[in-house]
Structure formats: C-alpha cells, structure tokens
C-alpha cells in the first residue's frame, strides 16, 4: 500500500483517485538527491499497478520552490563514468519512466523549478506554474550541460532556438513567459496552483482509463525517432475496438447515460 510506503524526503496524499506526491526537502529546496530519486521510483512503480489511481500530480513543499535541482553536492568528485552512470540512472528510473508513465503526470510547480527540476517537470505530460514560478537551466554556469534529458525535452517544448538560448545562456523564465513559451499549460495564482491540478486530473479520472494510457504511448512515439507515430496510431486505433472500455464507452453515448468504464 501507497499509504504504508516508509518515505523520508516525499508526502503522499490519495484524493478522488488521484495521487499527490509532495517532495519534502524544504531545507535544500526540494533538491533531488539518491535516496529521493530512489523513493520517487519505488512509489511510482507501485503507483502503477494500484488500479484505483487514476492520475498524478508532483509538486514541491513550501512556496519557494518545485524542485530546485539535483544535490550537487552528492556529485561534486564523480568521474566520467560516475556521471554517465548518474544521468543513466536518472533517465530510467525517474525522467524517461515518468514520460512513459501509462497514468498522466501533472507537475504543480511552485516557484523554482531549475536544472532537474525543470527537467522533472518536463518529463511530466503536463505542467500548471504558480505565479512566482522560476523555469531554467543552469548547468552551463557550473561547467555541465542538463543530464536528465533536459536538451532534448526542452527543444521539443518551446523550439531549438529557445532552447539553445536558455541552455547556453542559463537563463530562466518568469511564469507568464514559461506560458507564451509552450513550458507551462496555465499559470495561477499560488493558492489556486494544486486545485487547477486537480480540475485537470478529475477529467482525466472521469475517462477511459485503456485510452489514456494509449494516446499517452502514441503522442510519445511521435517523438521517437525509432517509430512511425501515425503507424503506431493505426496500430493503437484498431486495437482499441477490443476493449471492454470501447464497448461501454459506445453503450454509454448511445444509451445517453454515463459511462462507468472498467478499465480493460
């Protein structure tokens, strides 16, 4: 149980099937190091396969910040094959699997969110700023570049030109700009930041749960150079008529009544 997880640096809170996962690190700013990292995956594994959770939303504790970067201190005297192996890790267990996630991930994001926490939020299938919401990467200006796959999300997000700017530069965007930008879905005011979050998630909870984890891995093939997205939709589509959740879902609209999808 999701409840009964020992979690030291993440609060978890269930609501109308949805999880909230705080990360608590207030004193470094919510910072990402191992043991959080570690905890992040185990929980979203389980999260996976707890069919009463029908969406996520990730966030930060305090008003300062969502996640204000990795630990750099834990990194600060790795070799060249410690690094590799740190963005790897990183990629698999957390920034990869969350886009690969088969249930939406909303990122809240209150105040700073920079170098892995941008690129958190970024992994995420959607993002809702605070008002006061900082976005950058930084990692030029401590002689790195992003490694959780923030070069190559970031361009897909707001174009390559803007990527290359905020990249090199290191500079950071203001909510509104994160907005105009394509970074951020909305922005609210601080005290409306999660209720926005959950606004979203009750629609996606009120869905077909079978679909949604489909049009997830169809709209992320689109970006894998590997696949034929639009082949991979023909693929998904097809497949889709064998679903009990199709079935209900058609019953339901010609019926006039809602529908109670089961979920297979």
């Given at each position: 149980?999701?409840?009964?997880?020992?979690?030291?640096?993440?609060?978890?809170?269930?609501?109308?099937?949805?999880?909230?996962i705080?990360?608590?690190?207030?004193?470094?700013?919510?910072?990402?190091?191992?043991?959080?990292?570690?905890?992040?995956?185990?929980?979203?594994?389980?999260?996976?396969?707890?069919?009463?959770?029908?969406?996520?939303?990730?966030?930060?504790?305090?008003?300062?910040?969502?996640?204000?970067?990795?630990?750099?201190?834990?990194?600060?005297?790795?070799?060249?094959?410690?690094?590799?192996?740190?963005?790897?890790?990183?990629?698999?267990?957390?920034?990869?699997?969350?886009?690969?996630?088969?249930?939406?991930v909303?990122?809240?994001?209150?105040?700073?969110?920079?170098?892995?926490?941008l690129?958190?939020?970024?992994?995420?299938?959607?993002?809702?700023?605070?008002?006061?919401?900082?976005?950058g990467?930084?990692?030029?200006?401590?002689?790195?570049?992003?490694?959780?796959?923030g070069?190559?999300?970031?361009?897909?997000?707001?174009?390559?030109?803007?990527?290359?700017?905020?990249?090199?530069?290191?500079?950071?965007?203001?909510?509104?700009?994160?907005?105009?930008?394509g970074l951020?879905?909305?922005?609210?005011?601080?005290?409306?930041?999660?209720?926005?979050?959950?606004?979203?998630?009750?629609?996606?909870?009120?869905?077909s749960?079978?679909a949604?984890?489909?049009?997830?891995?169809?709209?992320?093939?689109?970006?894998?150079?590997?696949?034929?997205?639009?082949?991979?939709?023909?693929?998904?589509?097809?497949?889709?008529?064998?679903?009990?959740?199709?079935?209900?879902?058609?019953?339901?609209?010609?019926?006039?009544?809602?529908?109670?999808?089961?979920?297979?």
């Amino acid at each position: 149980m999701i409840t009964e997880m020992a979690l030291e640096n993440i609060l978890t809170e269930i609501k109308n099937n949805v999880l909230v996962i705080t990360i608590n690190r207030p004193d470094k700013l919510n910072a990402l190091n191992k043991q959080t990292i570690e905890e992040l995956h185990e929980l979203l594994v389980d999260a996976e396969n707890d069919k009463s959770i029908r969406a996520l939303i990730i966030t930060g504790s305090g008003q300062k910040a969502f996640v204000a970067g990795a630990d750099i201190a834990e990194f600060s005297n790795y070799s060249v094959e410690e690094g590799k192996q740190l963005s790897s890790l990183g990629h698999f267990k957390i920034f990869n699997f969350i886009e690969n996630y088969s249930k939406p991930v909303i990122a809240a994001v209150n105040g700073f969110a920079l170098g892995g926490g941008l690129e958190l939020a970024m992994a995420c299938h959607i993002r809702v700023a605070s008002s006061n919401a900082k976005m950058g990467l930084p990692e030029v200006s401590l002689g790195v570049i992003p490694g959780y796959g923030g070069t190559q999300r970031l361009a897909q997000l707001v174009g390559k030109g803007k990527a290359f700017e905020m990249i090199v530069t290191a500079d950071m965007l203001g909510a509104e700009d994160a907005y105009k930008w394509g970074l951020a879905n909305y922005v609210t005011t601080q005290e409306e930041l999660l209720a926005k979050c959950f606004d979203i998630a009750s629609k996606i909870v009120s869905r077909s749960p079978v679909a949604v984890k489909t049009a997830i891995k169809v709209i992320n093939a689109g970006y894998n150079n590997k696949l034929n997205g639009y082949e991979v939709e023909i693929e998904e589509f097809g497949k889709s008529f064998a679903t009990g959740d199709f079935k209900e879902g058609v019953a339901a609209f010609l019926e006039k009544r809602k529908a109670e999808f089961p979920g297979n």
